[in-house]
């Protein structure tokens, strides 16, 4: 045998051996246990990095565990592959998205291969491929026909260069990334899922997912924001004429007094009278601490308003530049627009507060108005102080009245009502249920249960995604697609030389006759949401038929999956459309699983240095006001690959431009700081490298990689190929029952580990019974511990595993071999340790047979060399024992 394991030659041998055999092919009519192990595709960006092979080895780890207890074991493969960077390539490169996903799913798969994962290739999938995204087109229908799919204007981030839609992170300081023109705020027509019909459940099946983590669960709840409160509406009065501007003050450019006796809203010109403006809060407990009513630009009472003051209309255009998010409207400066209207304090009619168009409410969430209470809200803080509106405290910290309220900090804790007249004294919660008691009993609220989670919206004005079948018919409008005709098939001659969705100046592709009328009429040019691809790929993993999305009968013998593995940046949208999804198809009769995931685990990130240097940006456009505004430097990032350190400086490949060393973060293609294992592999062999990401941290935390710890495990590979070597040496006689003893506490302590998927404990023990091997004599025990060994580390470095069976004359292949059997006799310990103790303090131990007496314990102690000196020949007052754990003497 070689005295050097060569890893590139038994990789490749054995894994072509793998895919022969199609040894992990899963088997949907096998009588054995069923276990259903995934990790979270991939999207086919072009090339692996160490991220994917950590996330990849513990999903392989455990379905090679499973298999070896005896189980059938789903683990397939697929690609995530539509999406906005395939367009991207296609607008640079001048190449089909197409022909650049499929290039990349092939280089993709072949790394993936090389890593030896225990994969069921048979069930591969690709959501781009009409074979998978017709089938999604065909569920979407029975949604449609269900209702759960309806179709409305929604706010939106529009680039008016590109001509397109961009999601929230292609906003970067109000500008689109690609063009750098202002995004605007646009309404367009869209298509929804509702979501928000199954709110209740989402929620409530959090409490049922035992083997989720806490912190995804929390995550998904409070994304959700099931909230109890108060819903009522506050009155409007207002002075004449309407009048305001950016910025002015509550009474600004007021003519008239404001006061019970004053008018109602008068009607705009367009007719619509609007005399009361309706408000949601989970905190009626402080409206005693009202200062303002806000509503959003797109408000009905705003949009009146901008009818007949050209200042309003000009402020709502503002608007239309901010963010379409909560998230971003909290970081982004807070503006209003004072309409000059009043709200009538519903629990004191003396008390008005002025009326503001605000670009921090957003008519998405809740009713599309808010009224602020600046003490105890940081946002509403941040907007009084900028229009010196009052701030009066009605939340106290003590018992005590609080003072006037002071500072740039809201109080957002617990604590007592003051300043709030009958509530007083009171505790927030004795607060809310008395303001909403008396809302109702006046009727002017009451208290209702509302969520933050809105209707997903699945609409994308891009060519690279899933059709969405519906035509549109002047006469009957929206038209199903009929199924016979699925799947609708993206046109392959697109063009992406002018900006926006090449689908709406196809010159054949949309244009159809109605299929219910005959009309001439048009395709939905919009696409899905990927979102949706990868909330029912799970499914389609599971069952496979030609003529339909699934069988029930079969995707319900693997479903739900058993352990999920992904990253937590997936832990609300992913998680929460996937579970909206599976229970959508329930509603609708075509399973009968709810949740789709029962195990979820969320690994950390492989982490890695960034680099950059500075480079002058370009401009957004050729004219000169745009160059000159563009004329700022922004980062270069660099990959590993560009720099060369040298003298504990970092600079640029082959020159003497020294390049920054940024913060270690997790590895992104837009960072650079990937690293790519195929040359790693290359140079240590693939189990080296599953190796290292297993052993290094616990797979919930992020992983930083190291050039000396991939080193580390090579030499524990060949370690292990030493030891097979080493192993036709020892053939001698005897037994070495520790050693024995140690393999089956071994085995049950892996098998534990990987249950749990404390991958990192399990190779802690592997080195440890790897060096009591090393250690051990020549024995037949010795040579059972070498089996028992490569059995135990198999899953892990299966390639020198394999290798390593097959050269002691094993049968078959260590990937088809069962677990170790325990001996539940060898889990026991025949000795034990003795503690002795001198006035309570150990002086010696002692080793007896498990259940020695007493009296020989006590002997045994009292004659031990270190005991007699310490009694100087003195008797002991008192000697006490505790079988087969201590012996105390009491000088």
């Excluded at 060519?463 to 016979?484: L, M, S």
């Excluded at 198809?585 to 399973?591: A, D, R, V, W, Y």
């Excluded at 940024?662 to 062999?685: A, F, L």
């Excluded at 790897?770 to 028992?788: F, G, L, M, N, W």
Aim: hydrophobic share 40%; aromatic share 10%; charged share 25%.
């Amino acid at each position: 045998m070689a005295s050097r394991f060569n890893a590139l030659k038994a990789d490749a041998a054995w894994q072509k051996v793998w895919d022969e055999r199609k040894t992990f092919a899963a088997d949907d009519l096998s009588t054995k246990p069923r276990s259903y192990v995934l990790e979270m595709f991939p999207y086919p960006s072009g090339r692996i990095h160490m991220g994917h092979v950590r996330n990849y080895t513990m999903g392989d780890v455990l379905a090679r565990f499973r298999r070896m207890k005896g189980m059938e074991v789903l683990h397939p493969m697929g690609w995530d592959a539509f999406g906005m960077p395939a367009e991207n390539a296609a607008m640079e490169k001048g190449v089909h998205p197409g022909t650049w996903t499929r290039a990349n799913i092939a280089t993709m798969k072949a790394q993936l291969k090389r890593l030896g994962f225990a994969l069921d290739w048979t069930r591969e999938l690709a959501t781009c491929e009409p074979e998978y995204y017709g089938h999604e087109q065909a569920l979407f229908l029975d949604l449609f026909a269900a209702g759960l799919v309806y179709r409305k204007e929604s706010a939106v981030n529009w680039d008016p260069v590109d001509m397109t839609v961009l999601a929230n992170e292609q906003v970067i300081d109000g500008r689109g990334w690609r063009s750098g023109a202002l995004v605007e705020r646009r309404k367009l027509s869209q298509w929804f899922l509702k979501i928000t019909d199954f709110a209740d459940e989402l929620v409530d099946g959090l409490g049922a997912l035992e083997h989720w983590p806490d912190k995804v669960k929390l995550m998904q709840e409070n994304w959700i924001g099931r909230s109890q409160g108060l819903q009522f509406k506050f009155q409007l009065t207002a002075p004449f004429p309407l009048a305001g501007g950016v910025g002015g003050g509550p009474d600004a450019n007021a003519t008239a007094a404001i006061g019970d006796a004053s008018p109602p809203l008068t009607p705009p010109a367009s007719g619509r009278g609007i005399e009361s403006v309706e408000v949601f809060t989970t905190r009626p407990d402080t409206m005693f601490g009202s200062s303002f009513v806000a509503v959003a630009a797109d408000h009905p009472i705003a949009r009146a308003i901008a009818e007949t003051n050209p200042d309003a209309a000009a402020f709502i255009e503002l608007c239309k530049r901010g963010g379409t998010t909560a998230a971003e409207l909290d970081t982004q400066e807070k503006l209003g627009f004072d309409t000059g209207l009043r709200a009538v304090h519903p629990l004191d009619k003396s008390w008005h507060l002025p009326v503001y168009i605000a670009n921090f409410v957003l008519m998405e969430y809740g009713t599309g108005a808010v009224f602020g209470v600046p003490a105890h809200d940081q946002r509403d803080l941040d907007f009084a102080r900028k229009y010196d509106l009052p701030v009066k405290r009605v939340v106290s910290e003590g018992d005590d009245e609080a003072p006037v309220f002071v500072g740039d900090t809201a109080w957002t804790g617990a604590g007592t009502i003051v300043n709030s007249h009958f509530l007083d004294g009171m505790d927030i919660e004795d607060a809310k249920r008395v303001v909403i008691e008396r809302a109702e009993g006046e009727g002017w609220g009451k208290g209702t249960t509302v969520f933050r989670l809105r209707d997903w919206g699945v609409s994308r004005q891009r060519y690279w995604g899933t059709p969405i079948p519906i035509i549109h018919c002047d006469a009957c409008g929206a038209v199903p697609v009929p199924k016979d005709q699925l799947p609708i098939v993206l046109p392959e001659d697109v063009s992406f030389d002018i900006p926006g969705n090449p689908l709406d100046r196809h010159p054949t592709w949309k244009h159809v006759p109605c299929p219910s009328c005959g009309a001439n009429a048009r395709r939905e040019t919009d696409t899905l949401d990927t979102f949706v691809d990868s909330s029912w790929y799970f499914i389609r993993f599971a069952s496979q038929p030609d003529a339909k999305p699934f069988d029930r009968t079969g995707a319900e013998k693997w479903l739900p999956v058993n352990q999920y593995i992904g990253g937590v940046e997936h832990a609300i949208l992913h998680l929460l459309y996937a579970r909206f999804w599976t229970r959508a198809l329930k509603h609708i009769g075509m399973l009968d699983i709810a949740e789709p995931f029962a195990g979820l685990f969320t690994q950390g990130m492989v982490t890695h240095e960034t680099y950059w240097t500075m480079e002058q940006s370009k401009p957004a456009s050729e004219s000169l006001d745009d160059f000159l505004e563009a004329q700022v430097h922004t980062r270069r990032w660099l990959s590993p690959d560009d720099i060369d350190k040298r003298d504990g400086k970092v600079f640029l490949r082959g020159t003497t431009d020294e390049v920054t060393v940024g913060r270690v973060e997790k590895m992104s293609k837009s960072k650079k700081n990937t690293v790519d294992p195929e040359p790693i592999v290359d140079q240590y062999g693939a189990d080296a490298v599953r190796w290292f990401v297993l052993s290094d941290s616990p797979p919930e935390r992020d992983l930083p990689w190291s050039e000396s710890g991939i080193e580390g495990a090579w030499r524990f590979v060949q370690r292990l190929w030493r030891l097979i070597e080493s192993d036709d040496a020892a053939k001698a006689q005897g037994d070495d029952i520790g050693l024995r003893k140690l393999c089956h506490r071994t085995t049950v302590g892996i098998e534990n580990d990987i249950n749990a998927l404390q991958f990192n404990k399990a190779v802690a023990r592997l080195y440890s019974l790897c060096s009591a091997i090393e250690k051990a004599a020549p024995s037949a025990d010795r040579e059972q511990a070498v089996r028992t060994l490569l059995l135990l580390v198999s899953p892990m470095v299966p390639h020198v595993a394999e290798e390593a069976w097959a050269t002691a004359g094993n049968d078959g292949l260590i990937a088809d071999a069962a677990w170790p059997i325990v001996d539940p006799a060898m889990l026991v310990d025949d000795e034990v340790t003795i503690a002795v103790q001198v006035n309570g303090k150990l002086r010696d131990t002692l080793v007896f047979p498990k259940g020695a007496p007493k009296d020989e314990v006590e002997a045994a102690a009292l004659a031990s060399e270190k005991i007699v000196r310490l009694l100087e020949g003195k008797p002991p007052r008192k000697v006490i024992v505790v079988p087969d754990r201590l012996v105390n003497i009491v000088a």
